[in-house]
């Protein structure tokens, strides 16, 4: 029942460097792993007194104590990615709920041997078994059965994405004021949350962004996120790139090497001006990477985001010329006048509430021109003067005006969102076929229920 | 949660209370009564410190980070509080724990790599193929909960070095006595803030200038720890324990003459002094420190080959290098 979308999101960066040599990503987009896998697993019964029997680690081979086709039944395929997939499911005995379920995939299909567990997904199990807050993604268990990772997650039934999607296709209007603000203030809260813990997400948009029926907004997919406490190498070092390229922040496009949790709250910014303008307000094409060694300069992402913000200056960001690719700037603007005759942050955002009809008169059904300060404070050049999270939740259009924001980002809204569309051509799910079967994946507009849609690069 | 001890997996998951480690260990020797009896082993402790000798002999040569080392023995140490070690092969374990800690702690290193590394020290009869490797992390994981996230006392021991203005030398001191105690049950007992006060407090009171713990000094360090902890438990004034700990550190008397000596014994007083106002549990700092006396001098009886050859008996006979 979905229209095509208006667009998808643009994939998540792949791992580069040495988490792609330790992750080795021969990912293959085509065939797919079934969820259910042969039965033929040891499930030795132990014999005490026998010390031969098949509780030795290694003779007896690893065999899961929990199964996920007894503790949960499939409804469904929610979204695809080089991780793997993601599955709605309904739990067993005891279990009680829906949740999301995400599979990581073996590096090859039908592959018979393990061949180590990807950093990404080491990561994502690491920090999940640790976080727990109300603005974050639950994570309810973590299930490792034949040669496959599953992270059970509490099931959202809804993204920023999806309902941004709602606005341009169905309902043709603007996402409520109050709506953004509530949605905002809770995912501001969650990225404190985890700012507070030393962890930077590196991924944030709005497909990553969950949202429930109840109206919680919770943060999802750290898939990329990682600690930054002293770290024993630079971040960069790491992962070459990070952050989905419309919501990467100019640091990072410029090449930085220490960046810092505040690429978050660039990436924040762009979710505001978003669910604003209900289209990506920096829409750059990605320079893809010819090769696994060099990071190209994404030359059409930093024009999209100085053809509105203008040119960055020494003046407003002290380090800018420290920044390894800012010689890059210089030649920005040859054939782009639009780069030399930037809009303004400013008149873009009044533009943006007047084309989408927030009516100018009415407090409390405007962002206003607090809406506009915080976005300006959000989509600051330099790093270091950027809001923090914290920041960001004690300025005045959250504290300010008449309507604080709501716990719930429904509240008063009577727009009826769609339920997250689950796939059910994948009947073969529900039964122990085993792996290996060819499929091609989704309908091509599959994309506005991808919660987390991670392609290789190149 | 990562930042945050107490709210931390580790913490709330996988700290022991002595008598309930030790009841962990009973229970487990009890269901493998059998195989206790066919294959004896080392004391528990000597085992231990023969686990994480192996981990810094996988480590030294590719010049690994401490941290990932001491990640790698957290897990092993966690990891056999659950499985009989005589079902597993050590060394697999270790080479495997050691993988994952690579990549827990953002240093990631091909699996064949860390391989060819195990191999290496080991022989290949010995570690197994990259699919077995494969294996033993999912089994590592299981075991471990995926809490893969482990705090340790370094970061404490950077914020001290700070409050205290300790030289070099004592914060050298301090360090190896934290990489110490990962070859004891104590990272599985205290926070890890109390193991860096402790090793603080110890390193500032032995300040001898033998900082390294080399393995013949070992009896020499639990004399010294020994006096530590009198100076520890004695109700007196921080000044009367800045004065004694000059007479129980034999070279800390020596260097006390001049301004060096009159700073270090500041140092003395600043910590006793912060030690009492803090609301440090000093009893699990004289337990930890208990812990290092006995380690050290258990270490003095410790026989790496005696401990190899115990151990590969009974991977070589079940076949579990297979």
């Given at each position: 029942m979905n229209p095509p979308p208006l667009y998808s999101d643009p994939p998540s960066p792949g791992p580069t460097g040495a988490a792609a040599a330790a992750a080795h990503s021969s990912v293959s987009q085509q065939p797919q792993p079934q969820l259910h896998t042969p039965s033929k697993t040891t499930t030795t019964t132990a014999n005490l007194n026998d010390p031969a029997d098949g509780r030795n680690m290694l003779a007896g081979g690893y065999s899961s104590k929990k199964r996920v086709t007894e503790r949960y039944e499939i409804v469904g395929f929610i979204s695809s990615g080089t991780y793997g997939r993601v599955y709605k499911a309904r739990g067993r005995d005891g279990q009680v709920g829906e949740f999301a379920i995400k599979k990581f995939k073996p590096d090859k299909e039908g592959e018979v041997q393990y061949t180590g567990i990807s950093q990404s997904a080491i990561r994502e199990m690491a920090l999940c078994t640790e976080l727990s807050h109300p603005n974050v993604v639950h994570t309810v268990e973590i299930i490792l059965e034949n040669k496959c990772i599953f992270i059970v997650f509490e099931y959202a039934e809804h993204d920023l994405l999806q309902i941004i999607h709602h606005h341009t296709q169905s309902a043709r209007y603007a996402i409520p004021a109050r709506t953004i603000k509530s949605i905002l203030y809770q995912l501001l809260h969650g990225l404190l949350y985890l700012h507070r813990n030393w962890v930077i997400h590196r991924d944030l948009k709005p497909a990553n962004i969950m949202v429930t029926s109840a109206g919680e907004v919770k943060i999802g997919d750290l898939g990329l996120a990682r600690l930054f406490y002293k770290p024993l190498h630079s971040l960069f070092t790491g992962d070459k790139v990070v952050v989905t390229i419309w919501y990467r922040a100019p640091e990072l496009l410029l090449g930085s090497r220490h960046y810092t949790p505040a690429v978050d709250l660039w990436a924040v910014g762009c979710i505001f001006a978003e669910l604003l303008w209900l289209r990506p307000i920096f829409k750059g094409e990605e320079a893809k990477m010819d090769n696994k060694k060099s990071v190209p300069f994404q030359r059409n992402q930093m024009q999209k985001i100085v053809e509105v913000m203008g040119m960055p200056t020494k003046e407003r960001w002290p380090l800018l010329t420290s920044m390894p690719e800012h010689q890059h700037l210089q030649?920005?603007?040859?054939?782009?006048?639009?780069?030399?005759?930037?809009?303004?942050?400013?008149?873009?955002?009044?533009?943006?509430?007047?084309?989408?009809?927030?009516?100018?008169?009415?407090?409390?059904?405007?962002?206003?021109?607090?809406?506009?300060?915080?976005?300006?404070?959000?989509?600051?050049?330099?790093?270091?003067?950027?809001?923090?999270?914290?920041?960001?939740?004690?300025?005045?259009?959250?504290?300010?005006?008449?309507?604080?924001?709501?716990?719930?980002?429904?509240?008063?809204?009577?727009?009826?969102?769609?339920?997250?569309?689950?796939?059910?051509?994948?009947?073969?799910?529900?039964?122990?076929?085993?792996?290996?079967?060819?499929?091609?994946?989704?309908?091509a507009d599959d994309s506005l229920m991808r919660p987390s849609k991670r392609l290789k690069e190149g | 949660m990562a930042a945050n001890y107490w709210a931390s997996s580790q913490r709330l998951h996988w700290t022991f209370t002595k008598p309930g480690l030790a009841e962990t260990r009973r229970q487990m020797e009890e269901n493998e009564k059998a195989l206790h009896k066919q294959y004896p082993l080392p004391e528990q402790r000597l085992i231990s410190i023969f686990l994480m000798h192996q981990v810094n002999k996988l480590a030294k040569r590719m010049n690994y980070k401490q941290q990932i080392i001491a990640t790698a023995q957290v897990y092993i140490r966690r990891f056999y509080t659950k499985v009989e070690i005589r079902r597993t092969n050590p060394f697999l374990v270790v080479t495997t724990a050691f993988y994952l800690a690579c990549k827990t702690e953002e240093s990631p290193q091909h699996i064949r790599v860390i391989l060819a590394e195990g191999r290496n020290n080991w022989g290949a009869e010995i570690i197994p193929d990259q699919s077995k490797m494969g294996e033993c992390e999912f089994t590592l994981i299981s075991e471990l909960n995926s809490q893969l996230i482990v705090h340790h006392p370094y970061r404490t021991l950077y914020e001290l070095q700070q409050t205290f203005s300790l030289p070099?030398?004592?914060?050298?001191?301090?360090?190896?006595?934290?990489?110490?105690?990962?070859?004891?049950?104590?990272?599985l007992l205290y926070p890890p803030h109390v193991i860096a006060v402790t090793a603080v407090f110890l390193a500032v009171v032995i300040r001898p200038a033998q900082n390294a713990l080399l393995p013949h000094q070992h009896q020499h360090h639990a004399g010294n720890l020994a006096g530590a902890l009198q100076s520890l438990t004695s109700p007196q004034s921080a000044a009367a324990i800045a004065t004694q700990a000059g007479v129980h550190g034999p070279t800390a008397g020596a260097g006390a003459s001049g301004s060096a000596g009159a700073a270090a014994q500041g140092r003395i007083v600043k910590v006793v002094n912060w030690l009492a106002e803090s609301r440090i549990d000093m009893e699990a700092v004289v337990d930890a420190t208990q812990e290092l006396i006995s380690l050290y001098e258990v270490w003095d009886q410790f026989n790496e080959k005696a401990c190899k050859d115990a151990v590969l008996r009974f991977v070589q006979a079940r076949g579990l290098d297979k």
């Open positions: 030649s920005l603007g040859a054939g782009n006048p639009r780069v030399l005759r930037p809009q303004g942050l400013e008149n873009w955002y009044n533009a943006c509430l007047q084309a989408n009809k927030y009516p100018a008169d009415k407090p409390g059904a405007t962002p206003g021109a607090d809406g506009f300060a915080l976005l300006s404070g959000l989509l600051e050049y330099d790093p270091q003067k950027r809001l923090t999270a914290e920041q960001a939740l004690q300025h005045d259009y959250f504290t300010k005006q008449a309507d604080p924001p709501s716990e719930n980002c429904f509240e008063g809204s009577r727009t009826e969102y769609p339920h997250r569309r689950v796939s059910q051509e994948d009947h073969d799910l529900r039964t122990s076929s085993i792996s290996g079967a060819k499929r091609t994946g989704v309908a | 070099n030398d004592e914060f050298s001191t301090a360090w190896h006595i934290i990489n110490d105690h990962y070859l004891t049950d104590l990272p």
